[in-house]
């Protein structure tokens, strides 16, 4: 690989879809400093540009991400960012849906930016796995405390104890993936999910995705307590009464683009 390339790169494939790719293929996309720097600036632009409705999270050359660079963490540590996490993902409280798509190895962090996605798209071809107890380390960016509630509870713990390896076809059987293709089409689902997000209210998508969020773990009583701020505004808005409208006048709504 030139060493000049950057080692996350952006496209827009579609109007209003951020395409992130890690670049590191010469090592499977690990999760070095620089990368998990350049990803955290990733989103941040997805975030701040009002032009930017989804993101699509990929990695290069056949692979999505091995997780973090073996030989850079007696350096250089955990690739964290301030409090956002592994490559500024893991932690953060992202607004706009994000979606991974999946070809090849999604393993130790990478799976952990994986599982920090709202949606997953996988080819045939592509596994999962966290292996950190073989290296003597915790899988803390998520595995642990995300996949027993992705998986059933023994399948999520043999993975973690053992180092056992997810294929594709498996992972969806369970729901922890949303779309398996043909190997090389993980990205083309991806996008195509993408579109369907947005052609949606932007507020009521980002609305949802935080009350999922912010709700998750807690009983009914202390659900609604916290959904429901957050949710009674949107049915006042212009632009639910403009939805309704249009069902009613059997037209689509103004926010399809």
Same mark, same amino acid.
């Given at each position: 690989?030139?060493?000049? &390339?950057?080692?996350?790169?952006?496209?827009?494939?579609?109007?209003?879809?951020?395409?992130?790719?890690?670049?590191?293929?010469?090592?499977?996309?690990?999760?070095?400093?620089?990368?998990?720097? $350049?990803?955290?600036?990733?989103?941040?632009?997805?975030?701040?540009?009002?032009?930017?409705?989804?993101?699509?999270?990929?990695?290069?050359?056949?692979?999505?991400?091995?997780?973090?660079?073996?030989?850079?963490?007696?350096?250089?540590?955990?690739?964290?960012?301030?409090?956002?996490?592994?490559?500024?993902?893991?932690?953060?409280?992202?607004?706009?849906?994000?979606?991974?798509?999946? &070809?090849?190895?999604?393993? $130790?962090?990478?799976?952990?930016?994986?599982?920090?996605?709202?949606?997953?798209?996988?080819?045939?071809?592509?596994?999962?796995?966290?292996?950190?107890? =073989?290296?003597?380390?915790?899988?803390? &960016?998520?595995?642990?405390?995300?996949?027993?509630?992705?998986?059933?509870?023994?399948?999520?713990?043999?993975?973690?104890?053992?180092? =056992?390896?997810?294929? =594709?076809?498996?992972?969806?059987?369970?729901?922890?993936?949303?779309?398996?293709?043909?190997?090389?089409?993980?990205?083309?689902?991806?996008?195509?999910?993408?579109?369907?997000?947005?052609?949606?209210?932007?507020?009521?998508?980002?609305?949802?995705?935080?009350?999922?969020?912010?709700?998750?773990?807690?009983?009914?009583?202390?659900?609604?307590?916290?959904?429901?701020?957050?949710?009674?505004?949107?049915?006042?808005?212009?632009?639910?009464? &403009?939805?309704?409208?249009?069902?009613?006048?059997?037209?689509?709504?103004?926010?399809?683009?």
């Amino acid at each position: 690989m030139d060493t000049n &390339e950057p080692v996350v790169t952006t496209a827009e494939p579609r109007p209003g879809v951020l395409l992130i790719t890690l670049n590191r293929p010469h090592v499977r996309n690990a999760v070095d400093q620089v990368l998990a720097g $350049a990803l955290d600036s990733a989103l941040t632009r997805l975030e701040s540009d009002p032009s930017l409705r989804v993101g699509v999270l990929s990695g290069a050359g056949g692979h999505f991400c091995s997780g973090m660079d073996l030989k850079a963490f007696p350096a250089e540590g955990v690739p964290l960012v301030a409090d956002r996490g592994l490559g500024g993902l893991t932690r953060a409280h992202i607004r706009k849906p994000l979606i991974a798509a999946v &070809e090849g190895a999604a393993v $130790a962090g990478g799976f952990e930016l994986a599982l920090a996605c709202d949606l997953i798209t996988a080819s045939e071809t592509a596994f999962f796995a966290l292996p950190e107890v =073989a290296r003597g380390l915790i899988a803390a &960016e998520g595995g642990a405390v995300r996949l027993p509630g992705r998986l059933p509870y023994h399948v999520a713990m043999e993975m973690l104890l053992t180092a =056992a390896r997810l294929p =594709a076809a498996d992972a969806a059987r369970y729901g922890l993936v949303n779309r398996v293709t043909r190997e090389g089409g993980a990205l083309d689902a991806a996008i195509s999910l993408a579109e369907a997000v947005q052609a949606h209210s932007l507020d009521a998508v980002h609305i949802t995705k935080r009350i999922v969020q912010d709700t998750r773990g807690l009983d009914d009583h202390a659900a609604y307590t916290v959904q429901d701020p957050l949710s009674a505004p949107v049915f006042t808005t212009h632009a639910a009464a &403009e939805g309704a409208r249009a069902f009613t006048e059997k037209r689509p709504p103004p926010w399809i683009r």
